[in-house]
């Protein structure tokens, strides 16, 4: 039971653990070499036949189809935004020119605006022009008084026959006040009128000059004409939008009559980041997220016109123009697919004897291994003799068998990463770490509330969230350096400075030694960091915990109308601290092992960690801990309340319970609640895992800047009640179980 075997050049015992010598440990890395491989034979009956014919030919003509399809489709897309682009323009001019050439009637009618001539004009006008709405002249402080210069001509029947009232006009020209006086000034500007209107309507503001006055042309009229024009395309769709941005037309008259804007549309983005100042029609490929999340490809086709800074703009999905080409692609699969076959068939006449009966021995093994029965027959039986791909995965899959042997006595996966990479030590030693032990309060009652509701399916429903809840606080133990030792139950047991290859041989030195100073002073470091990181670790935890108690409150609400409402429970915890030597390496037996710590400071964290309860805490420390940091961390009376600039963004904040224990060999001891690290980046922190990560608004307060102050602070937003420490006595509650008299 004493010999040793060596193992990265050191004595590690063997006894139990049953570790290989040597020569054994070879044969993990033992390769055979192939001497005539079975895949170049597959490869001249399948490559040729599969590969070769079908294979290239639905590639290629995937490729070049689809290419000659998006360009057929882009070509068709720019030709009817050329051609939508033209034709609005030319109605928007015909407008214009009407308007203008009656307004010039009604200046040199004789008699003025007023004449009979003049209404006899305007009646002719409006017969021709019955889409017209209105026709006003205003200046530019017309919208807050009316001049005697202002012309407002209202085609009567268009607001009679749409049933519209004629104060539309004056609600729509109140909120133009801006565009009137810009108008004025000597821009042409297109507005949508349509919802005050409630039909789909458009101002045009044309800058107007009469008797040297500079005044403002509106034309309002029904763009009715213009919908027809451009028309609803079962592919293409093309609308239009002004300067701002704003929708003027499009065939979802619903879109225009609520006043959409398409600032934030992503073909309106492109085209205004590409500094589109002229005339001419441009195309470029954009994508668009639907509520949820899918994202599609489009190409948009936009022109400006000659006026108004108004933009005709048309758009087609890139997915239902390569419809037609999927549809062939999806038939040369299927051809493609029915040849496979064929091949298969022949290629498993040839492979039957030589290949198909040994492949079924390696299932089975790997079944085996799967199902952890790494010491079945069925592996040692392995043929390793043949000289070729077979030969070699029977003598890996045996390779496989050693390695997982020795593998399967390890749980913890720092340890486990730490064997693959040769840095652990299998001697016991005696280190300095700090131990962490955590606890679900009440999980008792919760895991009978899982009974209650799910009955035989509890058993799932409390994995799937007792996995949920400890991968978070996992992640916040990995983050901080520490190592996961063990889980039993709902409770957690943590130690950080476990895999520090941190010798105490330095004690041994005389005190008149300079190396001893300067190893003891590293050693101190050490200490120190690891107590640092299991708080901030732990601290981290608080804020892992709210925003799964945030999630779980989600998800509880999401399920809550299904038959068999899923949920997850509200929880709180407990976590404990404390920092001292215990004795670490490989323990147990040769069926199960594991690398741990154990002694008396591992005994204390777990007290230390079971006395939150009385003490009205999440987070306590031990007065070893607190004595290891506070010089340098926490403001206190030995270090005058004051801590160096560069430990700042570590500061702990800390409150001693006012209630003392006996602690053997130590005497009268104080534990310190965790109140808070105000310095503590939440984001900076988490995104050492996760890049992408962003702290949840709603659980921010939970540490950091916007954390608590007090511990009362923490009791209230964690809701722990404040205890009566004058009824607390720590040294009964370190005994759990009371004989019955």
Same mark, same amino acid.
């Given at each position: ?161 749409? @049933? ?167 038939? %040369? ?55 070729? @791909? ?199 037996? @040769? ?11 591992? %005994? ?18 031990? @007065? ?51 109140? %808070? ?65």
């Amino acid at each position: 039971m004493e010999a040793t075997a060596k193992l990265n050049g050191k004595e590690k015992p063997s006894g139990s653990a049953d570790l290989k010598n040597e020569s054994q440990t070879n044969s993990f890395t033992h390769t055979t070499q192939v001497t005539f491989p079975i895949g170049v034979k597959l490869a001249i009956i399948i490559g040729f036949i599969v590969l070769v014919s079908l294979g290239s030919v639905t590639v290629l003509n995937s490729h070049f189809i689809g290419e000659d399809v998006q360009i057929t489709a882009e070509n068709s897309n720019l030709s009817i935004n050329t051609r939508a682009s033209s034709t609005v323009e030319d109605k928007l001019s015909t407008v214009r020119s009407n308007v203008f050439q009656l307004l010039d009637l009604l200046n040199v009618a004789g008699g003025g605006r007023n004449a009979a001539i003049a209404r006899q004009a305007e009646a002719f006008f409006f017969e021709r022009n019955q889409d017209i709405a209105s026709i006003f002249i205003l200046s530019a402080d017309s919208i807050s008084r009316r001049n005697s210069t202002d012309v407002r001509i209202m085609n009567n029947r268009f607001f009679i026959s749409n @049933e519209i009232d004629t104060g539309a006009m004056d609600s729509f020209l109140n909120s133009q006040e801006n565009a009137v006086r810009r108008s004025a000034g000597g821009e042409t500007i297109a507005l949508n009128a349509s919802p005050y209107f409630e039909m789909p309507v458009m101002s045009l503001l044309f800058p107007y000059r009469e008797n040297g006055r500079e005044q403002t042309c509106i034309i309002t009229f029904s763009i009715e004409t213009i919908s027809d024009i451009l028309g609803t395309d079962s592919v293409n769709t093309t609308f239009i939008i002004n300067d701002s941005d704003e929708l003027l037309c499009h065939p979802e008259t619903e879109r225009i009559l609520r006043g959409e804007s398409l600032k934030n549309d992503p073909l309106v983005i492109e085209m205004r980041r590409n500094n589109q100042n002229n005339n001419d029609s441009r195309q470029i490929p954009y994508k668009v997220q639907d509520e949820n999340g899918k994202k599609s490809r489009y190409y948009g086709a936009y022109e400006k016109l000659s006026f108004g800074d108004i933009v005709i703009l048309t758009t087609v999905p890139f997915d239902t123009i390569l419809e037609g080409v999927r549809t062939t692609r999806k038939n %040369n699969i299927y051809l493609t697919c029915i040849v496979f076959f064929l091949s298969i068939m022949f290629v498993l006449i040839f492979s039957r004897l030589g290949i198909s009966r040994h492949l079924r021995k390696l299932t089975e093994a790997a079944d085996e291994i799967k199902n952890g029965n790494f010491d079945t027959d069925i592996i040692t039986n392995l043929n390793t003799n043949r000289r070729d @791909e077979i030969g070699v995965l029977n003598q890996s899959t045996k390779d496989e068998r050693e390695f997982l042997n020795l593998f399967a006595k390890f749980t913890n996966r720092g340890v486990a990463k730490a064997i693959a990479r040769k840095e652990i030590d299998f001697d016991p030693h005696l280190k300095d770490v700090t131990i962490f032990f955590s606890d679900i309060r009440g999980f008792t009652a919760i895991s009978d509330g899982f009974k209650n509701r799910f009955a035989n399916d509890s058993p799932r429903e409390i994995i799937a969230f007792l996995n949920d809840y400890m991968s978070r606080m996992v992640n916040c133990i990995t983050l901080s350096h520490g190592n996961v030792d063990k889980f039993e139950g709902d409770a957690i047991m943590a130690v950080w400075g476990l895999l520090r290859d941190d010798s105490l041989d330095f004690e041994k030195l005389p005190d008149s030694d300079s190396a001893k100073k300067e190893q003891q002073e590293l050693h101190e470091k050490h200490k120190k960091e690891d107590a640092l990181n299991a708080i901030t670790g732990t601290i981290a935890m608080r804020y892992a915990l709210m925003k799964y108690n945030k999630d779980a409150e989600l998800f509880t609400k999401t399920h809550e109308n299904e038959p068999l409402a899923q949920y997850k429970p509200h929880i709180k915890i407990g976590c404990g601290l404390n920092s001292g030597r215990a004795t670490c390496g490989i323990m147990g037996s @040769e069926d199960k092992m594991e690398y741990t710590a154990i002694g008396d400071a591992v %005994n204390f964290a777990s007290r230390t960690e079971s006395s939150n309860k009385p003490c009205g805490t999440d987070i306590l420390i031990t @007065e070893d801990t607190y004595n290891l940091l506070k010089n340098d961390y926490i403001r206190c009376k030995e270090n005058e309340f004051s801590i160096a600039e560069e430990n700042k963004p570590f500061e702990i904040v800390v409150e001693m319970i006012p209630v003392e224990f006996e602690v053997k060999g130590k005497g009268a001891q104080h534990f310190y609640g965790v109140v %808070n690290m105000p310095g503590f980046d939440i984001e900076a922190f988490f995104r050492q895992g996760d890049p992408d990560f962003t702290a949840d608004k709603d659980c921010i307060k939970a540490v950091g800047a916007e954390g608590p102050k007090s511990l009362n602070e923490v009791r209230t937003m964690l809701g722990i009640p404040i205890p009566e420490f004058e009824k607390v006595n720590l040294n009964e509650e370190e005994n759990k179980i009371q004989v019955k008299k």
